[in-house]
């Protein structure tokens, strides 16, 4: 007997996987879709979710940057099954708890999936990513892509929800206008993570680090990294198999409150609170660039 769930995900499992769901659990966690734990009538085990009214091709846009980051065989990445613009079904993975070399590893793995090959500042498919359905229109460097599609983007949905002082969206505006000039590190586009906080981090029983809900796009390495650092959870020796790995640029720590700036106009837009201060002050540090 098949058991009733959300419409866009039961249409998925049937005729994308053409199996019915015998059990489903409803996951907490995320502030965008509902996601399940489904046990289907093949015996197989996966992740599934939906979104009540999604952007157009919300899942599928996901689903594209899971396979382009698990393509390239860098860091593990769940295996898509099923995709629909309203609906995504995803490998399952059996979390557990890190092992002596987790950090270590996920460092160097990191460091192997900026290192792969990737075409453009941006996304060839041109799609945008996130809540806010930021673009990613292709660019010819990094300070053209940050500000073309970061900044002044956050700065007009700052403005409009009132979410940081006018002074303030002044200041970021004019930030973006300047990234040309404060000599960026001039390297090839890395595939990037977009949404590289812990929560977006699964760790298996075995010790492994999952990279899961991306927001992918060809860009600089520093943004992967700076948002790392900005809500924490990821251990010293990550960063250090990181460097040793693949050495980043001087100056990185300066520019970390450049490249902090997007998830903090981000969160400022979404949630309020204290990410608007924290924005300023990161525009602050940002003036002595």
Same mark, same amino acid.
């Given at each position: ?65 899971? /396979? ?21 079904v995803l490998e399952w993975i059996d979390e557990g708890t890190p092992h002596d070399s987790t950090e ?82 001039? /390297? ?55 460097? /040793?790995?693949?050495?980043?640029? /001087? ?39």
């Open positions: 007997m098949s058991i009733r769930g959300p419409g866009p995900i039961v249409g998925l499992v049937e005729a994308g996987m053409g199996a019915e769901i015998r059990s489903l659990a409803r996951l907490g966690g995320g502030d965008v879709a509902e996601s399940f734990r489904l046990e289907l009538s093949d015996g197989r085990t996966v992740f599934a979710k939906t979104h009540r009214s999604p952007p157009p091709d919300f899942f599928l846009t996901e689903a594209t940057g899971l /396979e382009w980051l698990r393509g390239t065989g860098a860091v593990p990445v769940p295996e898509v099954l099923a995709a629909a613009a309203d609906a995504l270590e590893n996920l460092g160097r793995d990191l460091a192997a999936l900026h290192r792969a090959e990737w075409p453009i500042f941006g996304r060839p498919d041109r799609r945008s990513t996130g809540s806010r359905g930021l673009p990613n229109e292709p660019t010819d460097n990094w300070a053209e892509f940050y500000a073309r599609n970061r900044l002044l983007p956050l700065a007009r949905l700052a403005s409009d929800g009132r979410a940081l002082p006018p002074a303030a969206i002044v200041e970021l505006e004019a930030l973006a206008l300047r990234l040309s000039d404060l000599g960026l590190p001039a /390297e090839p586009p890395s595939l990037l993570h977009g949404d590289l906080w812990a929560g977006n981090r699964l760790v298996d029983a075995r010790g492994r680090s999952w990279l899961i809900d991306p927001a992918v796009h060809g860009g600089n390495r520093e943004f992967d990294l700076s948002m790392m650092l900005l809500f924490g959870g990821f251990g010293s020796a990550c960063f250090r198999a990181y460097e /040793e790995t693949f050495p980043l640029i /001087e100056g990185f720590e300066d520019r970390v409150p450049l490249h902090q700036l997007a998830p903090l106009a981000v969160h400022a837009i979404k949630f309020g609170g204290g990410y608007g201060p924290a924005t300023v002050r990161a525009l602050k540090a940002c003036r002595s660039l």
